[in-house]
């Protein structure tokens, strides 16, 4: 079981499967400097804060006995401010549980808490009522939502509130507010295929849930005024952003979506119904997920979409190049196997996600999707 575990985890961690944060990294160059974010390019300062959210509705999927599912839910948004405190991207606790998690060696404990940020922590939200987008992130299976900060604190930067979640017992360190930590019981029960069908499925209720108290008509933020709930995308990084689909299908309220990097395999049937998909989805991936590649599924669900759809993938990139971590093994001296740096994978991943959707919320037209561009030649479009 340990074997098949370690087999099906590899086909979808981000940097675990590429070397960042596994027993190999052994010997990072600059494993003592912080950690540095590429600053975001929007127009907005950001602010963040931080929810902690009680689903009543239904036990814990993990971790049955506990008869609610809590979670951590992390929200970037514009706003005017230009002072004050920063966010923390993991206390040194949680650091230390994800490296200690991870197996990784060879960097001190706490250097995901030297992470420099730039969203404002608590920063009072900016704009009219009704006029802000919501983008949900979901991340990687096992790891948490921090690794998608660069990506949020963008999307934000260019006026989208962004709700990334933290999904509770599928990481190593979740910390609630009154000091307890969640660890990742999960990685326990991740031994074949089918794991990640009932994974999906989970973070599609999660995504719901969230939706549900962002916009309903009693919302968890004082800034949820600021939404325009007809005006709803996702997102997020590997099984985060297969979960795309899942949450699609179940919540109409989902305009858009995004796959990066995640395969969609449940070991069954697709999350994709026969009557077929009509929403818009961008399909994001590295050189390995090209259509007939290795990653049969991608291909499977492709099929079965019928609206607007593209299939773009990135040269020179690995797994870990679309999240935070790509930028971080290149600061640490990890070679991650991506030849593309992780500064430009990020500015990738950045601009794409703001392409998709400010064509399908914003309704802006977004040449960038449809053809090869000088900018970025990594990018081919691989179907369409």
Known sequence: MEKSRRRWAALTVAAVAAGLLS?????AAN????????????????????????????????????TARELMVTLWYPTDARRGATTEYLSAEESRLLIEGKRLTGVPLDIFSTVKTYARVDAPAAGAPGSL??????????????????????????GYVVAGID??????????????????AACALDDDRSFFGKLYQSRAAD??????????PKPAWRGSRLIDAARIGMSGHSAGSASTIAAMVADPRIDAGINVDGATDTGGASMIPASGFTRPFLWLGNPEHVPGGRDKSWDADWARMTGWKRWLTVAGTDHASFTDLGIFADQLGIDIGATTPGIRATEITRRYHRAMFDRHLRHRHQPLLDGASRRYPEVTVAAR
């Open 23 to 27: 027993p190999v990294a052994g010997t």
């Open 31 to 66: 494993a003592g400097a912080p950690l540095r974010l590429s600053p975001p390019t929007g127009r907005h300062p950001v602010g963040a804060t931080e929810l902690h959210l009680t689903d009543t509705s239904r036990p814990d999927p993990w971790v049955p006995e506990r």
């Open 133 to 158: 987008g919501l983008i949900v992130l979901s991340p990687g299976w096992t790891q948490p939502i921090a690794t998608l900060t660069g990506l949020a604190e963008d999307l934000a930067s260019h």
């Open 167 to 184: 999904h509770t017992y599928e990481t190593y360190a979740i910390t609630f507010p009154d000091g307890r930590i969640a660890g990742c």
């Open 207 to 216: 995504v719901s849930f969230v939706i549900d108290r962002l916009t309903g």
